[in-house]
T-cell receptor, first 109, second 115 residues
Framework: SQQGEEDPQALSIQEGENATMNCSYK?????LQWYRQNSGRGLVHLIL?????REKHSGRLRVTLDTSKKSSSLLITASRAADTASYFC?????????FGQGTELSVKP | DGGITQSPKYLFRKEGQNVTLSCEQN?????MYWYRQDPGQGLRLIYY???????QKGDIAEGYSVSREKKESFPLTVTSAQKNPTAFYLC??????????????FGPGTRLTVL
């Protein structure tokens, strides 16, 4: 079963624009994580936000968490062609992460 | 270099064969995980291990088996009972309970194709 659902499933933008991806989850969480996957590669951890945090920044990434709505968003500012990848949210009890189906981001130069 | 390695990168299996995918980590992580990814989909958990000599089934364990005899190794066997094994397999690890289940580190993956 999928814990998270990302929205949109695919997003195409121009370089320099901002990209926003949303994630909803079903059960209570200790933290929510965002990962990036380049085509045919393993996942790379981007950022972790704990359940008692509402917003977190890391470079051009901004993550928000609304536990009352069981949702999170990932904002990538000033996007670059190199940001083209699939982005996944993941959460779950203990160490058993459950991943959403991902948002496929395409940044055109 | 610290990290997770998976081998082989590509694997071809004939129907009826068992195959074993290797996963090794030198990060001194307690917990290790195996996921399956189908095209355009997210990751689904096959098996996970929180400590040596112990492992638990994930959401799609049928047709798979694992062992955890050493902390750094967590091989996955895809048995002939797995009816649709063609997929991308990813191994991951983290500190487990001692690290309050922080981020997972992933290997590069093994692409398995059934001929």
């Amino acid at each position: 079963s999928q814990q998270g659902e990302e929205d949109p499933q695919a997003l195409s933008i121009q370089e320099g624009e901002n990209a926003t991806m949303n994630c909803s989850y079903k059960t209570s969480i200790n933290n929510l994580q965002w990962y990036r996957q380049n085509s045919g590669r393993g996942l790379v951890h981007l950022i972790l936000i704990r359940s008692n945090e509402r917003e977190k920044h890391s470079g051009r990434l901004r993550v928000t968490l609304d536990t009352s709505k069981k949702s999170s968003s990932l904002l990538i500012t000033a996007s670059r062609a190199a940001d083209t990848a699939s982005y996944f949210c993941a959460s779950g009890p203990g160490g058993k992460l459950i991943f959403g189906q991902g948002t496929e981001l395409s940044v055109k130069p | 270099d610290g990290g997770i390695t998976q081998s082989p990168k590509y694997l071809f299996r004939k129907e009826g064969q068992n195959v074993t995918l290797s996963c090794e980590q030198n990060l001194n992580h307690d917990a290790m995980y195996w996921y399956r990814q189908d095209p355009g989909q997210g990751l689904r958990l096959i098996y996970y291990s929180q400590i040596v000599n112990d492992f638990q089934k994930g959401d799609i364990a049928e047709g798979y088996s694992v062992s955890r005899e050493k902390k750094e190794s967590f091989p996955l066997t895809v048995t002939s009972a797995q009816k649709n094994p063609t997929a991308f397999y990813l191994c991951a690890s983290n500190q487990g309970a001692s690290g309050r289940y922080n981020e997972q580190f992933f290997g590069p993956g093994t692409r398995l194709t059934v001929l």
